[in-house]
């Protein structure tokens, strides 16, 4: 089976740094997808990793070790409009089929 | 215009009742895909579709069926309504052509509000 798991919430201030990490456990690893949901909204694409090391892009930066299961995006110089769930998504196996995690939801303070 | 469209974008009905969700796109993209997400859970996939002829169960198809009338169209139905099918519904596209280098981004519509009483 897959598993993959983040935190459900997290807090942080306005020009911060935060790190939102994401274990996962699949029979299977083919590509590591990390994408932003406002409440209500579509959720939409942030990054993309399939090999170990950082992709960065803005304020925004993804990390990924496959050995260990394991992925972190990095959000800087945190702006109100950062408040959302952040969702990681794993995909396996060919045929592009993702499967989600349940979301760490952000809320940035003044 | 949005890049893909779902319809309604709310929708009311009463147990037992058959209701359809439709999903266009103007991507060109070949894969489409429907998902459920309900508070607490992920996006749960219930279907997709490699291109016009070709229809494959995801995790929950259970309740569900699915038509892909045209490239473009992708319609999820809901045969005889549940309350447990309550829910917000996404479609979602992705392009065959990004395979040749690996990504394959999925792209997601407004979503569907169901209420099923």
């Known amino acids: 089976g897959q598993n993959i798991d983040q935190p459900t919430e997290m807090t942080a201030t306005e020009g911060a740094i935060v790190q939102i990490n994401c274990t996962y456990q699949?029979?299977?690893?083919?590509?590591l997808f990390w994408y932003q949901q406002h409440a209500g909204e579509a959720p939409t694409f942030l990054s993309y990793?399939?090999?170990?090391g950082l992709e960065e892009k803005g304020r925004f930066s993804s990390f990924l070790s496959r050995s260990k299961g394991y992925s972190y995006l990095l959000l800087k110089e945190l702006q109100m409009k950062d408040s959302a769930s952040y969702l990681c998504?794993?995909?396996?196996?060919?045929?592009?089929?993702?499967?989600f995690g349940t979301g760490t939801q952000l809320k940035v303070e003044l | 215009d949005a890049d893909v469209t779902q319809t309604p974008r709310n929708r009311i009905t009463k147990t037992g009742k058959r209701i359809m969700l439709e999903c266009s796109q103007t991507?060109?993209?070949?894969?489409m895909y429907w998902y459920r997400q309900d508070p607490g859970l992920g996006l749960q996939l219930i279907y997709y579709?490699?291109?016009?002829?070709?229809?494959n169960k995801g995790e929950i198809s259970d309740g569900y069926s699915v038509s892909r009338q045209a490239q473009a169209k992708f319609s999820l139905s809901l045969e005889s309504a549940i309350p447990n099918q309550t829910a917000l519904y996404f479609c979602?596209?992705?392009?065959?052509?990004?395979?040749?280098?690996?990504?394959?981004?999925?792209?997601f519509g407004p979503g569907t509000r169901l209420l099923v009483l």
């Open positions: 998504a794993v995909r396996t196996g060919g045929g592009n089929k993702l499967t």
């Open positions: 990793n399939v090999l170990d």
């Open positions: 979602a596209t992705s392009d065959l052509a990004e395979v040749l280098w690996c990504q394959e981004t999925q792209y």
């Open positions: 991507k060109g993209h070949d894969r």
């Open positions: 699949t029979s299977g690893f083919n590509g």
């Open positions: 579709s490699f291109d016009v002829k070709d229809i």
